[in-house]
């Protein structure tokens, strides 16, 4: 692939509230046709685009979304602590996010969140998100992601199309991440940023697999990473980053 695919982290949320459609339109009208999101569910089981397990910091109430139907989504307003301007902005369902990316041309890349409420609810989970996918149209393209890699290797066998990235931290990626990628089959490793070196680069890919990093919002690192050969940059600035050397926006 040529260049190197920017991808706006929960859309671009310097210009609207994070993971909404508002972001994600913003992403499209700044020439950026990859975002980043996230995707947890309702106490129903109804998949839903949020980062945080509460929804005390990015919406209008307090406690946990398991205790939620989807029923209680118009109740939930996810703008007005961005800006006034966007007041009553929902919280998307992933089945909306599908139906905005056919509709509008954008991919994503999709972080499915640990969730908290066992096995059962992980594994419907799971299922949900792989039930909305399915109307996804063939032009677009996604990744799957997660922290949780015993998750991700339960998600790559029920969905072996679908391209997934294990996730990591720097202070959790071990010498082993080579035997758990292969073990999870994985596509993809998504590192922290400040794990890679062009030596580091050069092993991951010579392993077989692609890197999407993150976050990076500084331009010259940004363009360091795109010469270095990574496949992806995840980035809170990616409307800044259009001009680096070899980035770019696909679609």
């Not at 989807?70 to 992933?94: I, N, R």
């Not at 890349?109 to 594994?123: A, D, H, P, R």
């Not at 998100?129 to 996804?136: F, N, Q, V, Y």
């Amino acid at each position: 692939m040529a260049g190197c695919t920017l991808m706006a982290h929960r859309g671009l949320n310097t210009f609207a509230p994070e993971n909404t459609i508002s972001a994600f339109q913003a992403a499209l009208d700044n020439g950026i046709n990859w975002i980043e999101t996230d995707v947890d569910a309702l106490g129903d089981g109804t998949p839903i685009i949020i980062h945080d397990t509460s929804l005390d910091r990015t919406t209008n109430r307090a406690g946990s979304y398991y205790d939620l139907t989807a029923a209680d989504l118009p109740k939930l307003d996810a703008g007005s602590w961005f800006s006034p301007q966007f007041a009553g902005e929902p919280v998307p369902t992933l089945r909306q996010l599908v139906q905005f990316m056919n509709e509008k041309g954008l991919n994503a890349n999709i972080e499915i969140k640990s969730n908290e409420q066992g096995k059962k609810e992980t594994l419907r989970l799971i299922d949900n998100i792989i039930a909305e996918l399915e109307e996804l149209s063939p032009a677009r393209k996604v990744i799957i992601s997660s922290f949780n890699h015993v998750l991700l290797h339960i998600f790559k066998q029920r969905a072996p199309k679908l391209p997934v990235g294990c996730l990591y931290e720097t202070v959790a990626l071990y010498d082993d991440w080579k035997s758990m990628l292969e073990l999870v089959g994985a596509d993809y490793l998504h590192p922290e940023d400040n794990f890679l070196t062009a030596e580091r680069v050069k092993e991951i890919h010579q392993a077989g697999f692609g890197i999407n990093a993150w976050t990076v919002d500084d331009p010259g690192r940004a363009n360091q990473l795109a010469n270095w050969g990574v496949e992806g940059i995840i980035s809170n600035v990616a409307n800044t980053l259009m001009g680096i050397t070899g980035a770019k926006s696909e679609k």
